[in-house]
């Protein structure tokens, strides 16, 4: 359904959305690996979906424009934090220089139901603007960050890392791989071409395993290359012709067991174990001897951890 006509033109979100992150804020986006520029890309298109068809009536029918709060993002459960530069940064674009943001945690820290994120003063409109699109993407790099903390909780003192997947929601990778480093996971490529990874319609339009690594060693020698095997005569077939990292897709705990025999007697090849893990199934996994255990569901269906906002100190403008 297209929106109408007269909020086609973009002005209230435009104007609502053009403030910047702080300095501060901006520091701490980078320090974290975060593009600036990107981040306010996502947090000015997210704050313009709630605006496009006009300003929030409610709250502005509801609050005096002079009015001003002190408000805190509280946790209402336990999990662990990712994502507050982000967090601060909706709250600075909405309100252009008129929002103060005091973090009371940081990113990777576990809290508790009840903890307090970071707190913000400003204009008590912004904020409650803001509030939804703030929520929206804190409580989501949180669930992110806890579910990748479960992972690697399970997998403790195996040697094993977890890694992340592509399978993340489109526009916010770089935000969702941020999160699953905050629960103490390992990223995994970012995009198409920053890591070649031969997968079995590769290894179909190819020929085989070794054609397809050759293949790519040819025309992106520079780049590193992952190979994935089905079966373990595949990984003897990719170790053979000088795979250094393999991906065991759908092996079985015996057929795990074998690739890494395999990869150890050839020396120096990596393997990462991915398809049909539980977290149940984890520790299992992670002990057969792999490098690393690929996970999807660290971004395709972590649960939004539940945060909250909440006013207080509510006061007239000076």
């Known amino acids: ?54 300003p929030d009536v409610t709250t502005e029918s509801v609050v005096p424009a002079d009015a001003r709060a002190v408000a805190d993002v509280v946790s209402r459960a336990a ?13 600075e674009v909405a309100g252009r220089g008129a929002v103060t943001v005091t973090a009371a945690a940081r990113d990777g820290d576990r809290v508790a139901p009840g903890d307090v994120l970071l707190t913000a003063e400003g204009p008590v409109r912004v904020l409650l603007t803001a509030e ?9 790099l949180c669930g992110v960050a806890t579910t990748t903390r479960t992972w690697v909780d399970a997998v ?8 992340d997947t592509r399978k993340t929601t489109p526009g916010l990778r ?44 040819e025309r992106a020698p520079h780049v590193p290359v992952e190979v994935e095997c089905d079966t373990v005569a595949q990984v ?31 020396g120096g090849v ?26 999807g569901a660290l971004t395709h269906s972590a649960p939004v951890l539940d945060v909250g906002f909440d006013l207080r100190e509510t006061r007239p403008g000076e």
């Open 1 to 54: 359904m297209s929106a109408p006509t007269a909020a086609r033109s973009g002005l209230p979100g435009a104007v609502a959305t053009s403030g910047r992150p702080s300095p501060a804020t901006t520091a701490a986006l980078e320090a974290a690996a975060l593009d600036p520029e990107r981040v306010l890309a996502v947090v000015r298109m997210a704050l313009e979906e709630d605006l496009a068809l006009g």
């Open 79 to 91: 999990g662990v934090v990712a994502g507050l530069p982000v967090a601060a940064a909706v709250l």
């Open 132 to 140: 939804r699109t703030m929520l929206n993407l804190l409580g989501r």
């Open 156 to 163: 403790a003192g195996t040697g094993a890392t977890i890694r």
């Open 174 to 217: 770089a935000l969702e791989k941020y999160a699953v480093r905050c629960g103490g996971g390992v990223n995994h490529r970012f995009g198409l071409g920053d890591e070649a990874l031969v997968k079995d319609n590769h290894v179909a339009a190819a020929g085989g395993v070794a054609a397809a690594l050759a293949a790519v060693r």
């Open 236 to 266: 003897r077939e990719a170790v053979a012709a000088g795979a250094t990292l393999v991906l065991l897709d759908n092996m079985d705990l015996v057929a795990t067991r074998e690739a890494v025999a395999v990869a150890r007697a050839a």
């Open 270 to 295: 990596r393997l990462e174990a991915s398809g049909g893990l539980t977290l149940d199934r984890a520790r299992a996994v992670a002990e057969t001897g792999v490098d690393h255990v690929a996970v």
